[in-house]
């Protein structure tokens, strides 16, 4: 089992930048694939980011190619997306999640797992 907490959300300007982290607490940080899904307002949650078990793979959204990087630390146990060149569209939940999985899922519905969520507002 994993709980999960993340923080490091606020608001921020467009064209700017903000790290969100989440400290996991678990045994076995490093049996899981983990993710950050955000969910704007009125909408349904969309993945968002991903990695393996080791962080040697990742997958992005297409919206967020280039501009967002996933990254974690399995001695701290901890998943950070470091978000850069902010869009107003960017505006969220962000949510991170895990799952025990050796494939790196892109959808929300795989995984098990979800922090409570941190906001991101991004203004014009």
């Known amino acids: 089992q994993v709980q999960l907490v993340e923080s490091g959300g606020g608001l921020v300007q467009a064209g700017g930048s903000l790290r969100l982290s989440c400290a996991a607490s678990?045994?076995?940080?490093?049996?899981?694939?983990m993710g950050w899904l955000r969910q704007a307002p009125g909408k349904g949650r969309e993945f968002v980011a991903a990695l393996s078990r080791s962080g040697d793979i990742t997958h992005y959204a297409d919206s967020v190619k280039g501009r967002f990087t996933i990254s974690r630390d399995n001695a701290k146990n901890t998943v950070s997306l470091q978000m850069n060149s902010l869009k107003p569209e960017d505006t969220a939940d962000y949510y991170c999640?895990?799952?025990?999985?050796?494939?790196?899922?892109?959808?929300?519905?795989?995984?098990?797992?979800w922090g409570q969520g941190t906001e991101v507002t991004v203004s014009s």
């Open positions: 678990t045994r076995t940080f490093s049996s899981y694939c």
């Open positions: 999640a895990a799952v025990e999985t050796v494939e790196v899922p892109t959808t929300p519905g795989a995984y098990t797992t």
